[in-house]
């Protein structure tokens, strides 16, 4: 399932080369479009050319609707897209400071780039100030720093903040977006009647043009709509790898492997409990996380965001209830989870030396043992022994998976 990474596919010569090879054809895109020169994006603040704001604005349009189309045809998973995190009051600080530089430098960052590969002094001059802007930045950043890292508000979308399906917001954005470029060709077209430039061939052309674009983004929300996003029991039953997995049994590590995970350096254990508040109260090992299975969808940003060399471990009272919240966790391909195996119940018979009393026949994923006191992660054996040696530790099913790679967005 796509993104797919060029350099683990090909390579890293060939790899490289294809990420050459894209830059250099957005590089050529931004120079026969014009935008290499500092006249024609400033127009846009002046309502005089509104070239800029339709190309790129219709551009994003078309990414969207090609992006959610293809991730709901099963073809791309969205959590492995780069989403820069929010912070809103920086965010916004940082994006009016943006705007103030467009329009007196005449460009932003990516279209400065073209510029100066073209040969125009003003933007060699602007690259310059780019990267002088950028030393400063670094240098300065520690000063204000709690500002800087501010109203974080993680991986935050549209549908997250109207609480409303991502294909129903992926329509209003386009229509939205249509009635705005439509409206910049309007404004565009009217300064340019004022000045007497406008010819009727131009007028025939972008109408003709942008009812063409119209069309097909329109038909794309309507297929949108249609085909919605995946939900993820759809993406549990696409996943083939994760299905052959858990056939194989290769999803369950053993107490004594998880136990190494506790103090290899390079690995960061995260805990899932998802037994009942009554069993994790009795008996729980030590730094886990009691959640509640309803409560998994929400945290699984929070997952997704954690730190390299994470692998998250879930555990109930015996495999049942943990491997339905696993199908969930992996369902989108994008976590590094595994069950304990045998659960909580093996955990304790394998480290507690017969110290709790054995219950026999206990229904499947109840608590089997007697636990007299509800001492949580207090009990001696809910923290694992320290290994003889320190490694390299040797593991059986656990491993470490580099992150999904992602990408990050910028200006054009």
């Given at each position: 399932?796509?993104?797919?990474?060029?350099?683990?596919?090909?390579?890293?010569?060939?790899?490289?080369?294809?990420?050459?090879?894209?830059?250099?054809?957005?590089?050529?895109?931004?120079?026969?479009?014009?935008?290499?020169?500092?006249?024609?994006?400033?127009?846009?603040?002046?309502?005089?050319?509104?070239?800029?704001?339709?190309?790129?604005?219709?551009?994003v349009l078309v990414a969207m609707a090609l992006l959610f189309l293809t991730i709901g045809l099963g073809w791309l998973d969205y959590?492995?897209?780069?989403?820069?995190?929010?912070?809103?009051?920086?965010?916004?600080?940082?994006g009016l400071l943006l705007g103030f530089g467009i329009i007196i430098g005449g460009y932003c960052p990516g279209t400065s780039m073209?510029?100066?590969?073209?040969?125009?002094?003003?933007?060699?001059?602007?690259?310059?100030?780019?990267?002088?802007?950028?030393?400063?930045?670094?240098?300065?950043?520690?000063?204000?720093?709690?500002?800087?890292?501010?109203?974080?508000?993680?991986?935050?979308?549209?549908?997250?903040?109207?609480?409303?399906?991502?294909?129903?917001?992926?329509?209003?954005?386009?229509?939205?977006?249509?009635?705005?470029?439509?409206?910049?060709?309007?404004?565009?077209?009217?300064?340019?009647?004022?000045?007497?430039?406008?010819?009727?061939?131009?007028?025939?052309?972008?109408?003709?043009?942008?009812?063409?674009?119209?069309?097909?983004?329109?038909?794309?929300?309507?297929?949108?709509?249609?085909?919605?996003?995946?939900?993820?029991?759809?993406?549990?039953?696409?996943?083939?790898?994760?299905?052959?997995?858990?056939?194989?049994?290769?999803?369950?590590?053993?107490?004594?492997?998880?136990?190494?995970?506790?103090?290899?350096?390079?690995?960061?254990?995260?805990?899932?409990?998802?037994?009942?508040?009554?069993?994790?109260?009795?008996?729980?090992?030590?730094?886990?996380?009691?959640?509640?299975?309803?409560?998994?969808?929400?945290?699984?940003?929070?997952?997704?965001?954690?730190?390299?060399?994470?692998?998250?471990?879930?555990?109930?009272?015996?495999?049942?209830?943990?491997?339905?919240?696993?199908?969930?966790?992996?369902?989108?391909?994008?976590?590094?989870?595994?069950?304990?195996?045998?659960?909580?119940?093996?955990?304790?018979?394998?480290?507690?030396?017969?110290?709790?009393?054995?219950?026999?026949?206990?229904?499947?994923?109840?608590?089997?043992?007697?636990?007299?006191?509800?001492?949580?992660?207090?009990?001696?054996?809910?923290?694992?022994?320290?290994?003889?040696?320190?490694?390299?530790?040797?593991?059986?099913?656990?491993?470490?998976?580099?992150?999904?790679?992602?990408?990050?967005?910028?200006?054009?």
């Amino acid at each position: 399932m796509a993104p797919f990474d060029p350099v683990a596919i090909l390579g890293k010569p060939m790899g490289y080369m294809v990420f050459v090879l894209f830059g250099m054809a957005f590089g050529a895109s931004l120079e026969i479009a014009g935008f290499g020169v500092a006249h024609k994006l400033v127009g846009q603040f002046y309502f005089k050319d509104q070239t800029v704001f339709k190309t790129m604005f219709t551009s994003v349009l078309v990414a969207m609707a090609l992006l959610f189309l293809t991730i709901g045809l099963g073809w791309l998973d969205y959590d492995r897209i780069f989403v820069p995190p929010t912070y809103l009051w920086p965010g916004i600080l940082g994006g009016l400071l943006l705007g103030f530089g467009i329009i007196i430098g005449g460009y932003c960052p990516g279209t400065s780039m073209a510029s100066s590969a073209s040969g125009h002094l003003d933007g060699v001059f602007f690259v310059l100030g780019v990267m002088s802007g950028g030393l400063l930045f670094g240098s300065v950043v520690d000063s204000f720093w709690d500002f800087y890292n501010s109203s974080f508000m993680g991986r935050f979308t549209l549908p997250e903040w109207l609480g409303l399906p991502t294909e129903v917001v992926v329509a209003i954005v386009i229509v939205v977006g249509l009635l705005s470029v439509w409206g910049s060709d309007l404004i565009e077209k009217a300064w340019k009647r004022r000045e007497g430039i406008l010819t009727q061939e131009e007028i025939k052309k972008d109408k003709r043009v942008l009812s063409i674009v119209s069309v097909a983004l329109l038909a794309a929300a309507v297929l949108i709509l249609f085909v919605g996003q995946p939900t993820l029991t759809d993406a549990w039953n696409r996943n083939t790898e994760k299905q052959a997995l858990l056939q194989e049994g290769k999803i369950f590590p053993s107490p004594e492997e998880v136990s190494l995970a506790f103090y290899d350096p390079i690995i960061n254990p995260i805990l899932l409990d998802v037994r009942s508040e009554r069993d994790y109260n009795l008996y729980h090992l030590e730094n886990a996380r009691r959640v509640e299975e309803k409560d998994i969808p929400a945290l699984y940003d929070e997952l997704l965001q954690a730190p390299e060399g994470s692998v998250i471990i879930v555990m109930s009272n015996d495999e049942t209830k943990a491997v339905e919240v696993w199908k969930t966790l992996v369902a989108k391909n994008s976590i590094n989870a595994y069950v304990l195996e045998g659960g909580v119940n093996k955990w304790i018979d394998t480290y507690a030396n017969g110290q709790f009393q054995k219950i026999a026949n206990h229904p499947d994923d109840a608590l089997g043992w007697v636990i007299p006191d509800a001492l949580g992660d207090k009990w001696a054996s809910a923290i694992p022994p320290q290994p003889h040696n320190y490694g390299p530790f040797k593991y059986d099913i656990i491993k470490l998976q580099k992150k999904a790679p992602t990408g990050a967005g910028g200006c054009g």
